[in-house]
C-alpha cells in the first residue's frame, strides 16, 4: 500500500474521492488535500508493518442485542418535519430535479 | 443454422415487513398517512439520533427463514450502505452485507406441466426502506419519507429460474408464503411486494453465465413476465446480431413495454459498506427460534394437501380456499360450527365469494358461524336449498342470522303430510287439464304440478313429500299411451 | 467575604444551593454577569440563554422554598459543548453546515442534566463536528486559553475547557473520540472524564465516529467531574450500545484525605519518550507519579507495545465513520443549502460550502479508507490493530489497577502554530488515542505547570467500566495538592471554594 501517497499526487483521483464524498474543492484546494491526505497515508502505512493475521477486529458496539421498548417515539407536531427544511412544498421536502 | 438458448434468472425480492412500527424507531407504518406525518428525528436522519431495532421485525424475518428452509445465523451484522439521493435520509441505508441473519433456503414452486421444483434462495436480509421521491412536471422533487424506515426483507435466489413463466411462478409461491406468514400484506400496488431481475442467456448446454442485466420497475406479476420475456428476447437479438450483452440496470417501462439503460457497471455506485457501530449484533438464541417455530403459521402447499385429505375437498376446491389466507380462517371456523366442510366450501365459494371480494369476506355480513349454521339448517331439511338461496341473500344483505331470516319471513319447509296434501288437493283442483293429461301418459306434466305445489306454498313444501303425495293422489298413469 | 458566586465549584455550590444559603437566580445571574465580562476576550460561548437559565434557576428557587422534590444538581449553572442538542436551543457543532438548525429534541444527557435540576447557561464552542484539538477549526469564533490568550485552549471541547478555567459555568460536558475531553482539560488546567465507552448514552449527540464517541464530564475538580457522571451515565434504551451496569455513585462526597495503599499504578514505558515529550511535562508528571507512590501506591512498569500504531489506527477507523456519520448534511431536510439548479450540485456545493478544511480532509480520507479495494488495507486492518491496542490493556491490568501517563506531551500551544500542518496536530492526541481505541476510561487532572506557568494534566486511564478507581485515585491527587485550585492570574478571582477546605 505503498503507493498510497502516489495515487493522491493524481488530481484526477482525488477529485474522484471527492465527488464520491459530494464535496465542492477548487482547484487549489484539491491539490493541497491531495499533498496532506498523501502524508497521512503516508503515515497510516506504517499499519503494514503489523502482523494481524488471525486476529478479529474490535466491536464495541455492545455484546447484548437490545429491542425497542414500546412506545419509544419523539413525536413531532404536524408539519414539525419541515421546521429546519431549506425548502418544502406541500408538506414535502423540495430538492432541484435530479440528472 | 441458429443456436438454441436458455435463460438464467434470479430474482431479488423486497418484502415490507408488516410490523406495527419502523425497524429503528417508534413511527406508524400505516400506508396512507399525509406526507411527512410518520417521521420522527430519527427516520428523517436528524443529527444525534441512533436506531433502535425493531424485535417485531427480527421475529417476522425468522418466520420466513423457518417456512423457507433457511439457516438462521446465531449472530448476525447490521451494516451501513451509502449513496446520496433525496429520500435516503442518512446518506446511507442500514442493511445486512457480510452477515445476513437468513442464507441458504428453498421454495418450492409448481411448474406448467405440475411437476414442482424447489428453487434455491441465497440469503434472506434485513434493511430499511427509503423513502419515496415523487417528480413534479416542474422538474423539482418532493420528498415523502413516510416510509423511510420501514422494515424490508431482501430474499434473493439463486440464479435457478429458467423463463418468465418459472420466475412469475416463483414470484406467486414467495407471495403466498409471506401472505400467509402474515409478515407481508403482498401489496404490490403500494410497494409492499416488489422485486428485481437478473436476466442473463447462455447456449443450451454451456456451464457458465452470460453477462446478466439487472431489471428494476416491475409492478405486476405480468409485468414482470414480459419485462423478463423481453429482456431474454433483447439479449438474444443482441448476441445474434455479433453485439455484446453490456452488464448494466435496467429500468422496464411497462406503457413502452421494453427495458431501458438506467445505469451502466462504470457508474455503478461505491457503497462503502462497513459494519454500522450504532447497532450491536444480532443475536438469536435457539429458545427465540422454538418458540416461532412452534407458533409458525401452516403453509399454503401443506394446507392444500390437509384439505384435500382432512375435509375431502377436491384439489380445486382446496386450492379456491387456500389462494386467499383470510378465506382459510373463515372456512375452517364454519367447519367447526356445522362439521360439513363440503357443503360449506360450496357456500362460500359459489355463493359468498360470487358477492364479495376474498379479502373481505372476515368483514362481510355473513359470519363463518352464520354460514354454517344456513348449511346446517339445509341438511336438517329445516329449509331446501332453493329457499336457502333467499336466506342468504337477506343475511348478506342485513346482517341477520339464517334463524332469524327464516322465522321473520316464514320459511320453514313444511314436511307435515297433512298440510302438504292440502296444497296438492287445491293444484289439482286447480289445474283439471294438466291432470288429465298427465293421467294419459303425459308424464312430464308432473314437473309442472310441483312446480305449482312449490309457488302456491310459497317454495317452502318439502319437495320429496310433494312428489310422494302427487303420486299417491294422481294415481298411476296410463303407461304406453 | 472576598469570595464570589461564581467561585464555587460544583459540589460547593450544590451544597450551599442544599443549605438554602444562596439562590439560584443568583447564581445564574453572577455567571452571566461574569460571562459577560469575559467572554469577548475567551470566547467561549456559541450561544448565551440567559432568559431560559434564569427561568429555570428561578423555578429551582420556587420549587426548593416550596418543599417541592429536587435533583442532584438543583440550580448548578451548566454550559454544553455545541454538540449536545437541546430542544428550541440552536445547536451547531460549530459548523456552517448547521448555523441556524434548531433541533427538535433534547440529547438524552442533556435531559438527565435537566431532570438533575441543572440550570444550562448555553453552549461551549469547539472543533467543527469535535475534529481537532485546538478549537481552532470553529467555523464561527476562536476561543483562547484564560491561562494565555495567544495559546489555544485544546480541543475539542476548548470551549469547555476554556469556560471552566475563566469560571463562565461550574460544570461542563464535553465529547471525548481522541481526546477531546482529556486534552482540552490538561491544557486549561480543569478536570476532564472520558468514561468507558457504553457508560453513558451517545442519543442526541451529533456523532463523529460513533464506536469512539464517549460523552463526559468536566469540572473544576476531580469530585465535580464524579457529581455530573452520576447524573449523566447509565442505559439508555435510545443507544444500543450504552451498558446497563451499575453506575458508580457517591464519589462527589469522597471524604478528603485518601490513601492508595493497595493500588497498584502502572507506567507505560511507552508513554515516556526520549523525544515528544516535553522536559516539563515529563518532570511533572514523574513528580505526580511520586505523589501517588507517596499516598501509598504500588508503581509497577508496564507495557503497552502496540502505542506507536494508535494514531494511524485512530485516523482511519475515526475518519471512516466520520464520513459516514456526516453524510446526512446535505441540505435536503435542515442545514445549509447552497443555490442550484440540479440535485448533484445542490448536494456538492452545501458540503463544500457548509464544512470546513479540517471536516473536509477527515471526510476526503474516511470516504478513500471505505472504498471499494481500499477496505481491507486500510479500516479492516485498523480494526484488527485495534483488537491488539485492547489487549496490550488487558495485558497491563493484569499487573496493576490505573495506568497513569502524561496527557498531552506538550503544554497548550500558539494559536495558529499547527493549524498548517494537520499531521503535527494529530500527533498532539498521541497519549489519549489509544484509552478510546480500547474502549476505555480516562481522566485528566491538574499536576502542575510549566515554566511559563501552563497547566500540566495527569492522565489516568483504568479498566473498563471502573471509573471509581479513577476518581479514589484522583480525589487522593487532588487531596494533596492545590493545581486544581489556582487560578489565571488575569481573571483576579476571590480564590476557588471546593468545599473541601474546611475538612483538610
Not at chain 2, 76 to 96: A, E, N
Not at chain 2, 103 to 126: A, F, K
Not at chain 3, 42 to 60: H, K, P
Request: charged share 25%.
Amino acid at each position: 500500500m505503498s503507493s498510497a501517497r502516489a495515487l493522491f499526487e493524481d488530481k484526477a483521483t482525488v477529485r474522484k474521492i471527492a465527488i464520491l464524498a459530494r464535496l465542492e474543492l477548487d482547484d487549489p484546494t484539491l491539490e493541497l488535500l491531495g499533498r496532506q491526505l498523501g502524508d497521512i497515508l503516508g503515515y497510516v502505512d506504517q499499519l503494514n508493518a503489523v502482523d494481524t493475521s488471525g486476529v478479529e477486529p474490535t466491536v464495541f458496539a455492545g455484546e447484548t442485542t437490545r429491542f425497542r421498548p414500546d412506545d419509544l417515539r419523539i413525536r413531532l407536531a404536524p408539519g414539525a418535519s419541515l421546521d429546519n427544511a431549506p425548502d418544502h412544498s406541500s408538506g414535502a421536502f423540495r430538492v432541484p430535479k435530479v440528472i | 443454422m441458429s443456436i438454441k438458448f436458455e435463460a438464467v434468472i434470479g430474482l431479488e425480492v423486497h418484502c415490507q415487513l408488516a410490523t406495527r412500527e419502523k425497524l429503528f424507531c417508534g413511527c406508524p407504518t400505516d400506508f396512507g398517512a399525509p406526507i411527512n406525518r410518520n417521521t420522527c428525528p430519527i427516520c428523517l436522519g436528524m443529527p444525534g439520533v441512533l436506531p433502535v431495532l425493531n424485535e417485531q421485525a427480527v421475529d417476522m424475518a425468522i418466520r420466513a427463514g423457518l417456512a423457507l428452509g433457511c439457516e438462521i445465523r446465531e449472530r448476525s451484522v447490521f451494516s451501513r450502505k451509502h449513496y446520496f439521493y433525496p429520500d435516503l435520509p442518512k446518506g446511507y441505508q442500514i442493511t445486512q452485507y457480510e452477515r445476513p441473519i437468513l442464507e441458504r433456503g428453498g421454495l418450492s414452486i409448481e411448474l406448467e406441466d405440475g411437476q414442482r421444483r424447489v428453487i434455491g434462495l441465497t440469503r434472506i436480509h434485513m434493511e430499511e426502506d427509503a423513502g419515496k421521491s415523487i417528480h413534479m412536471d416542474t422538474g423539482a422533487t418532493l420528498i415523502d419519507l413516510n416510509r423511510a424506515g420501514h422494515p424490508l426483507i431482501e430474499i434473493v435466489s439463486e440464479p435457478e429460474l429458467r423463463s418468465a413463466v418459472e420466475a412469475v411462478a416463483y414470484l406467486k409461491a414467495l407471495h403466498e408464503v409471506v401472505r400467509y406468514l402474515g409478515i407481508c400484506d403482498g401489496n404490490m400496488d403500494e410497494g409492499s411486494f416488489r422485486c428485481d431481475a437478473n436476466v442473463s442467456v447462455r447456449p443450451v448446454g454451456r456451464a457458465a453465465f452470460g453477462t446478466r442485466t439487472e431489471i428494476k420497475n416491475m409492478n405486476t406479476f405480468r409485468g414482470v413476465q414480459r419485462a423478463i420475456d423481453h429482456e431474454i428476447l433483447r439479449h438474444i437479438d443482441v448476441i445474434e446480431g455479433g453485439g455484446v450483452i453490456v452488464q448494466e440496470t435496467r429500468l422496464w417501462d411497462e406503457a413502452a413495454g421494453r427495458t431501458r439503460t438506467m445505469r451502466s457497471k462504470e457508474d455503478a455506485h461505491d457503497y462503502r459498506y462497513f459494519p454500522e457501530p450504532d447497532l450491536p449484533h444480532l443475536i438469536i438464541s435457539t429458545a427465540r427460534i422454538e418458540s416461532l417455530r412452534a407458533t409458525q403459521a401452516e403453509l399454503p402447499l401443506a394446507m392444500r394437501e390437509r384439505f384435500v385429505r382432512d375435509y375431502g375437498l377436491s384439489a380445486y376446491d382446496a386450492g379456491v380456499l387456500t389462494g386467499e389466507p383470510s378465506l382459510v380462517a373463515y372456512f375452517e371456523a364454519a367447519v367447526v360450527a356445522h362439521p360439513n366442510p363440503k357443503g360449506i366450501c360450496n357456500w362460500l365459494t359459489s355463493e359468498l365469494l360470487g358477492r364479495v371480494d376474498a379479502a373481505k369476506v372476515p368483514t362481510s355480513n355473513v359470519s363463518p358461524g352464520a354460514l354454517a349454521r344456513l348449511v346446517a339448517l339445509i341438511d336438517d331439511e329445516t329449509i331446501n336449498g332453493k329457499i336457502a338461496k333467499t336466506v342468504f341473500e337477506k343475511m348478506l344483505s342485513t346482517g341477520m342470522s339464517p334463524d332469524a331470516v327464516v322465522d321473520a319471513d316464514g320459511l320453514r319447509q313444511v314436511k307435515d303430510g297433512g298440510a302438504v296434501e292440502l296444497v296438492v288437493q287445491q293444484v289439482i283442483d286447480a289445474n283439471p287439464n294438466q291432470v288429465s293429461q298427465y293421467r294419459s301418459g303425459k308424464l312430464g306434466l308432473k314437473g309442472f304440478l310441483v312446480g305449482q305445489c312449490m309457488k302456491v306454498s310459497g317454495g317452502k313444501l318439502n319437495p320429496s313429500v310433494v312428489n310422494d303425495t302427487l303420486d299417491r293422489l294422481l294415481g298411476p298413469p296410463a303407461t304406453g299411451g | 467575604m472576598s469570595n464570589a458566586l461564581t467561585d464555587y465549584s460544583l459540589c460547593a455550590l450544590r451544597d450551599a444551593l442544599d443549605r438554602r444559603e444562596v439562590l439560584a437566580v443568583d447564581v445564574a445571574q453572577a455567571y452571566l454577569d461574569r460571562v459577560s465580562a469575559h467572554d469577548p476576550v475567551i470566547r467561549a460561548y456559541l450561544t448565551v440563554d440567559a432568559e431560559g437559565a434564569l427561568q429555570r434557576a428561578s423555578e429551582i428557587d420556587s420549587n426548593r422554598a416550596a418543599g417541592g422534590p429536587l435533583g442532584p444538581l438543583a440550580g448548578v449553572p451548566i454550559a454544553l459543548k455545541d454538540i449536545f442538542l437541546t430542544k428550541g436551543l440552536r445547536t451547531t457543532c460549530a459548523s456552517r453546515i448547521l448555523e441556524h438548525f434548531v433541533p427538535p429534541y433534547d440529547a438524552t444527557v442533556v435531559t438527565r442534566l435537566r431532570e438533575a435540576g441543572a440550570v444550562i447557561l448555553g453552549k461551549l464552542n469547539m472543533d467543527e463536528f469535535a475534529m481537532g484539538s485546538s478549537t481552532e477549526n470553529s467555523a464561527f469564533q476562536q476561543t483562547k486559553n484564560p491561562w494565555d490568550t495567544t495559546r489555544t485552549p485544546g480541543g475539542s471541547s476548548g470551549g469547555s475547557s476554556a469556560a471552566l478555567a475563566a469560571q463562565l459555568c461550574a460544570g461542563t460536558l464535553g465529547t471525548d473520540t481522541g481526546g477531546s475531553i482529556r486534552q482540552p482539560a490538561a491544557l486549561c488546567g480543569v478536570v476532564g472524564l472520558k468514561p468507558t465507552y457504553g457508560r453513558v448514552s451517545r442519543f442526541g449527540v451529533i456523532a463523529f465516529a460513533s464506536s469512539l464517541d464517549q460523552v463526559g464530564p468536566m469540572g473544576w475538580t476531580v469530585r465535580d467531574a464524579a457529581a455530573l457522571h452520576e447524573v449523566i451515565a447509565g442505559f439508555d434504551p435510545q443507544d444500543s450500545t450504552s451498558s446497563d451496569r451499575p453506575v458508580p455513585t457517591g464519589h462527589s462526597r469522597t471524604p478528603v484525605g485518601g490513601r492508595l495503599d493497595g493500588v497498584r499504578v502502572g507506567v507505560p514505558t511507552e508513554y515516556f519518550p526520549e523525544t515528544g515529550l516535553t522536559p516539563d511535562v515529563r518532570l511533572k508528571v514523574t513528580e505526580a507519579i511520586g505523589k501517588l507512590r507517596a499516598l501509598g501506591a504500588e508503581i509497577v512498569p508496564v507495557s503497552l507495545p502496540h502505542s506507536p500504531y494508535a494514531v494511524a489506527t485512530y485516523y482511519v477507523i475515526a475518519t471512516a465513520e466520520a464520513s459516514s456519520n456526516l453524510a446526512r448534511f446535505d441540505g435536503v431536510r435542515y442545514g445549509h443549502r447552497a443555490k442550484a439548479d440540479d440535485l448533484l450540485s445542490l448536494y456538492l456545493r452545501s458540503r463544500g460550502e457548509g464544512f470546513g478544511m479540517e471536516v473536509k480532509r477527515r471526510i476526503m480520507l474516511g470516504t478513500f479508507a471505505l472504498s471499494a479495494g481500499y477496505y481491507d488495507a486500510y479500516y479492516g486492518k485498523a480494526g484488527q490493530i485495534q483488537t491488539l491496542i485492547r489487549r496490550d490493556f488487558e495485558q497491563a491490568f493484569e499487573r496493576c489497577d490505573v495506568i497513569a501517563t502524561p496527557t498531552s506531551p506538550s503544554t497548550a500551544f500558539r494559536l495558529g502554530e499547527r493549524t498548517e500542518d494537520p499531521m503535527q496536530m494529530y500527533l498532539a492526541d498521541i497519549f489519549t488515542i489509544s484509552c478510546n481505541l480500547a474502549g476505555l476510561p480516562g481522566l485528566s487532572l491538574p499536576c502542575g505547570f510549566d515554566a511559563d506557568g501552563l497547566p500540566i494534566g495527569l492522565q489516568l486511564l483504568g479498566r473498563a467500566f471502573d471509573e471509581s478507581m479513577l476518581f479514589r485515585v484522583g480525589c487522593a491527587f487532588e487531596d494533596s495538592t492545590d493545581h486544581h485550585v489556582r487560578r489565571p492570574p488575569s481573571l483576579q478571582t476571590g480564590g476557588v471554594v471546593t468545599g473541601q477546605e474546611a475538612q483538610s
